[in-house]
């Protein structure tokens, strides 16, 4: 049984880690452990190291202007008393109250789900603490539901998910996900001190700037080996992570909604669930942290995890707003000889649409530009042996529209304040259900009358004046009741057209993240397709999310001093896409990428469902790697890339990793077959001028 409960003490287990919370001898529900996996459930620790802990000339009970509640590493803190780290939860009740007792009740334990129920000491407010042991992945998931069992509203004003623990006494490194538009993901590492540390979004999605993932570390850590503890927020709205050290060097990680501009009012009887926080312990490094999320992604969260993804074209560098079904077609044409597998029409197809100015939120085709709708192009798409696929923005509108002009009520706004346009657009309130009603009948009707395999779902800004003036209650509600109303349309339209494909996009990378990937099954990670930039961006993203939710194409961008192998073999490390503009390309060109569109095909399986391994960090130097391995170890990919050295003659290497020690393999240019344990200790020399790259291919013998 991954779960063991005995006198007050809850043991959770996975294959190799552990983590175990249990009753302090005040009450409080404390963290005990969170590590490797030992041998016996007595090995783990039942009282708290460091209770009696002598600070200076005060013992840690007894210390003047600190309660008890600053040291005790609580599970799930309320500030209560003289607590004065950053609390989980913080409420108001209807008498004007203003902070949580909570007490323990009870606890029920399944064979891999712990429930421990809390309640105030005083108020009918009960806290319930969800914990899921996910065994096979070495990952522990975490949310809570607060319960109005009383007869008056209770506000909620911070709710959060979890309050993570990592081994007292110890100082500790964070790693996490910086960017903005067109530079997503990329990956920072900076020493914890005393204090606290905030990343957050309060663009009402995810956003470009930061991803709710953290990593830490003892400062020692790499790719394979040291301790790291790691985690996520499955959630595609406002968060906040707030990494805090304290003066009692207790360093704990919190995570979930963003209290920032939040309230909930919890009616009578009502329940508030949070969203969930994944996370998880290695000794392997870095490496084995994204490699533990990236199956768990795969396994347990996408909703087609196992289906390979097509090689795609889209349309926008090509065409832009300027699509009708003849130049569709023909494009599909050329598409189709290069061995394309899935033609994506993007923006330009919709009722008004000839720019940016017009158009969004009139969801049926444009009558000039398809007469007879897109029946005659989706099945000449198909006809060339290609699926079809449409890109939508169903959140946003154009005030030049039929849907604004009839309802200008609906986007989110301030009665007396200046609607801001962004890409001269307003967001739609997703809080409201007649907004979720409308997007589900447009979307739905489209997707019920044409053959379309594929939605590319787009989010082009972020919000301003975040009002909701005719909200039923609490205004502030909208951050959470937007999300949540994005949820309810794409649950809808899955469950309608469960085979149909859906790409969480927004501007690129800025809804990345484990909730929306509950409905889409790939991420467009980056508008920005220089593909030198993109090494860096597709290996950040690859900490949390695995390759085979990753979009990337090849495209014109960087053409000026990058060849077309270059382009292509950094797409072919997520899902192949092409967005070039093909009325650009020649005969060479177009043989060129039918060859390695046929490459991709084959290693495809290895690239999305193997196990990745970053041979090389960006940062470091110009030279870098990524290994795909088959779950088998009987295969893999290798690609290598230098883009700048000053000195050639500095010698290439990179160490293989991922495979059977006494295996013999062959690496595709390297004569003779070796052992996986002489590959990775000895390395390949690769042969690279500036500015170039290479793949090859792994074979194990039986």
Same mark, same amino acid.
């Given at each position: 049984m991954p779960i063991y409960a005995h006198e007050g003490l809850w043991i959770l287990e996975t294959h190799q880690t552990a983590y175990v919370l249990g009753l302090h001898t005040t009450g409080l529900l404390a963290h005990r452990y969170w590590g490797a996996k030992l041998p016996y459930p007595d090995d783990y620790p039942g009282d708290l190291i460091g209770e009696e802990l002598v600070v200076g000339s005060y013992v840690l009970q007894d210390i003047p202007f600190d309660g008890l509640g600053n040291r005790v590493p609580q599970e799930y803190s309320t500030g209560a008393g003289t607590e004065y780290t950053e609390p989980c939860l913080k409420v108001a009740f209807a008498d004007g109250v203003r902070d949580v007792w909570l007490q323990f009740e009870r606890a029920e334990a399944s064979d891999c789900e712990l429930k421990i129920y809390l309640c105030d000491a005083v108020y009918p407010l009960s806290v319930t603490l969800h914990y899921r042991?996910? !065994?096979?992945?070495?990952?522990?998931?975490?949310?809570? !539901?607060?319960?109005?069992?009383?007869?008056?509203?209770?506000?909620?004003?911070?709710?959060?998910? =979890?309050?993570?623990?990592?081994?007292?006494?110890?100082?500790?490194?964070?790693?996490?996900?910086?960017?903005?538009?067109?530079? +997503?993901?990329?990956?920072?590492?900076?020493?914890?001190?005393?204090?606290?540390?905030?990343?957050?979004?309060?663009?009402?999605?995810?956003?470009?700037?930061?991803?709710?993932w953290f990593g830490i570390d003892r400062g020692t850590a790499d790719e394979d080996r040291g301790e790291v503890w790691f985690g996520v927020l499955g959630w595609s709205g406002n968060w906040k992570i707030a990494a805090e050290v304290t003066d009692f060097?207790?360093?704990?990680?919190?995570?979930?909604?963003?209290?920032?501009?939040?309230?909930?009012?919890? +009616?009578?009887?009502?329940?508030?669930?949070? %969203?969930?926080?994944i996370a998880g312990y290695t000794e392997q490094g870095f490496g084995a942290a994204s490699r533990h999320l990236h199956d768990f992604i795969r396994e347990t969260v996408v909703p087609h995890g196992g289906a390979p993804h097509k090689v795609l074209f889209n349309s926008w560098e090509t065409t832009l707003f300027d699509v009708d079904e003849s130049s569709q077609a023909q494009f599909a044409e050329t598409a189709a000889e290069m061995g394309i597998e899935l033609f994506v029409m993007d923006d330009g197809w919709f009722h008004g649409r000839k720019d940016d100015y017009a158009g969004l939120g009139d969801w049926w085709p444009d009558a000039k530009k398809f007469p007879n709708g897109l029946g005659p192009l989706i099945d000449r798409v198909n006809r060339l042996g290609m699926d079809f696929g449409l890109w939508i923005e169903p959140e946003m509108v154009n005030p030049d529209s039929e849907l604004y002009r009839q309802h200008p009520d609906w986007v989110i706004h301030f009665p007396t304040r200046p609607r801001t346009e962004g890409r001269h657009q307003l967001i739609l309130n997703m809080a409201k259900p007649d907004v979720q009603d409308y997007i589900i009948e447009k979307i739905d009707r489209l997707l019920? !009358?044409?053959? $379309?395999?594929?939605?590319?779902? *787009?989010?082009? @800004?972020?919000?301003?004046?975040?009002?909701?003036?005719?909200?039923?209650?609490?205004?502030?509600?909208?951050? &959470?009741?937007?999300?949540?109303? &994005?949820?309810?349309?794409?649950?809808?339209?899955?469950?309608?057209?469960?085979?149909?494909?859906?790409?969480?996009?927004?501007?690129?990378?800025?809804?990345?993240?484990?909730?929306?990937?509950?409905? =889409?099954?790939?991420?467009?990670?980056? *508008?920005?397709?220089?593909?030198? =930039?993109?090494?860096? $961006?597709?290996? /950040?993203?690859?900490?949390?999310?695995? #390759?085979?939710?990753? +979009?990337?194409?090849?495209?014109?961008?960087?053409?000026?001093?990058?060849?077309?192998?270059?382009?292509?073999?950094?797409?072919?490390?997520? &899902?192949?896409? $092409? /967005?070039?503009?093909?009325?650009?390309?020649?005969?060479?060109?177009?043989?060129?990428?039918?060859?390695?569109? #046929?490459?991709?095909?084959?290693?495809?399986?290895?690239?999305?469902?193997?196990?990745?391994?970053?041979?090389?960090?960006?940062?470091?130097?110009?030279?870098?790697? &990524?290994?795909?391995?088959?779950?088998?170890?009987?295969?893999?990919?290798?690609?290598?890339?230098?883009?700048?050295?000053? *000195?050639? #003659?500095? %010698?290439?290497?990179?160490?293989?990793? /991922?495979?059977?020690?006494? @295996?013999?393999?062959?690496?595709?240019?390297?004569?003779?077959?070796?052992?996986? #344990?002489?590959?990775?200790?000895?390395?390949?020399?690769?042969?690279?001028?500036?500015?170039?790259?290479?793949?090859?291919?792994?074979?194990? !013998?039986?």
């Open positions: 042991v996910w !065994e096979a992945f070495d990952l522990i998931e975490r949310w809570v !539901e607060i319960e109005n069992k009383g007869d008056t509203p209770v506000t909620l004003e911070r709710v959060w998910s =979890a309050q993570w623990h990592l081994p007292i006494g110890e100082h500790y490194y964070l790693s996490h996900l910086n960017g903005r538009w067109a530079n +997503e993901f990329q990956l920072r590492r900076e020493p914890l001190v005393e204090g606290v540390k905030v990343l957050e979004s309060r663009r009402i999605t995810t956003s470009h700037h930061h991803n709710p060097s207790s360093t704990r990680v919190n995570i979930g909604l963003n209290d920032w501009d939040f309230r909930w009012s919890l +009616e009578p009887g009502q329940t508030f669930t949070t %969203p969930s926080s019920a !009358e044409n053959n $379309i395999t594929f939605i590319k779902w *787009d989010m082009n @800004r972020n919000v301003s004046e975040p009002g909701w003036p005719d909200a039923p209650g609490e205004p502030r509600e909208l951050w &959470v009741r937007y999300v949540q109303g &994005v949820y309810r349309v794409w649950g809808t339209l899955r469950q309608r057209h469960p085979r149909v494909v859906w790409q969480s996009c927004s501007g690129g990378g800025g809804r990345a993240d484990l909730g929306i990937l509950r409905f =889409a099954d790939q991420i467009w990670v980056s *508008d920005n397709t220089i593909p030198t =930039a993109r090494l860096a $961006i597709q290996s /950040g993203f690859s900490h949390v999310f695995p #390759a085979s939710t990753m +979009e990337a194409w090849v495209t014109d961008m960087g053409e000026e001093f990058l060849p077309l192998d270059f382009r292509f073999h950094v797409s072919m490390c997520g &899902v192949l896409g $092409i /967005g070039a503009d093909l009325r650009r390309w020649g005969e060479k060109e177009i043989a060129e990428a039918k060859k390695w569109i #046929a490459l991709y095909k084959e290693i495809r399986p290895i690239v999305q469902q193997g196990d990745m391994y970053r041979l090389g960090p960006l940062a470091a130097d110009d030279f870098t790697g &990524v290994q795909y391995v088959s779950k088998d170890q009987m295969s893999g990919v290798l690609f290598a890339f230098l883009l700048h050295r000053l *000195d050639p #003659a500095t %010698p290439l290497i990179l160490y293989p990793r /991922g495979l059977t020690p006494d @295996r013999l393999y062959t690496i595709e240019g390297y004569p003779g077959a070796r052992s996986g #344990a002489a590959w990775m200790k000895t390395g390949v020399q690769v042969r690279l001028s500036n500015f170039s790259s290479t793949v090859c291919r792994i074979w194990g !013998e039986n």
